[in-house]
């Protein structure tokens, strides 16, 4: 069955310190696969996806992602961190059978030292 | 509308009372889904809509759970007899659903409704 692991439950970083978010899935074929982020009281936004193609993806407010099939991993990571990126960052991967849902991780919490 | 909207946003109910939450997709997106998310958990997907038909409901989790959509639109979820595992946020997403994982097939997610049932 597929899943998704966040390894890390919350990660503190300073801020303009870079941040590596850790992601795992388990997926039999070629995955689709999501990072969103969601802010206290808020929905989840889109930070970017990996299809095919370019195994690193970019991604909004200076988000990127690397697709690694060989260790089965889609970290994200920011090369300097704002005050403003403390939220909840959620992995997820795509399913393609009696629907296109996603499956998610359970979540890596960030905080921000000023 | 510009965005999923879902109303309320925050319901208190006291245990053994029904609930209905209301989800309004994003115009001319074809697939709704409702996922749940309790209090340090990821995120646990509950129904899944293509147009009013409902092709996936394996994560409803008992039959006190029920979900419809009329006109290919707006999507209610009721929960009867709630019970305090029941507290959690309800989110709803809609997508295009073109059929296929593509950049148009992307999941947008409202703000949630909260629901604490005391």
């Known amino acids: 069955a597929q899943s998704v692991t966040q390894p890390d439950i919350h990660i503190t970083v300073s801020e303009g310190a870079s941040l590596e978010l850790r992601c795992n899935y388990s997926?039999?074929?070629?995955?689709?696969l999501f990072w969103y982020v969601q802010s206290p009281g808020q929905g989840l936004q889109l930070l970017l996806k990996?299809?095919?193609?370019?195994?690193l993806v970019q991604g909004i407010k200076g988000f990127e992602a690397e697709f690694k099939r060989s260790q089965s991993s889609f970290n994200l990571r920011k090369p300097s961190v704002h005050w403003s990126d403390a939220a909840e960052y959620f992995c997820?991967?795509?399913?393609?059978?009696?629907?296109?849902?996603?499956?998610f991780g359970s979540g890596t919490r960030l905080l921000v030292r000023p | 509308g510009a965005g999923v909207s879902q109303s309320p946003s925050n319901k208190v109910t006291e245990k053994g009372k029904d609930v209905e939450l209301r989800c309004d997709p994003i115009?001319?997106?074809?697939?709704l889904y409702w996922y749940r998310q309790s209090l340090g958990q990821g995120l646990e997907f509950l129904i899944y809509?293509?147009?009013?038909?409902?092709?996936?409901k394996s994560g409803l989790p008992s039959d006190r759970f029920s979900a419809e959509r009329t006109g290919g639109s707006v999507s209610t979820l009721t929960i009867q007899r709630t019970q305090q595992e029941d507290s959690a946020v309800y989110l709803c997403?809609?997508?295009?659903?073109?059929?296929?994982?593509?950049?148009?097939?992307?999941?947008?997610f409202g703000a949630g409704s909260r629901l604490t049932v005391l």
């Open positions: 809509f293509q147009g009013n038909s409902a092709p996936d």
């Open positions: 997820a991967v795509g399913r393609m059978d009696s629907s296109y849902k996603l499956i």
């Open positions: 990996y299809f095919s193609g370019d195994t």
């Open positions: 997926y039999g074929a070629t995955p689709y």
């Open positions: 997403a809609s997508s295009l659903d073109t059929g296929g994982w593509s950049g148009a097939n992307v999941l947008t």
């Open positions: 115009s001319g997106h074809t697939a």
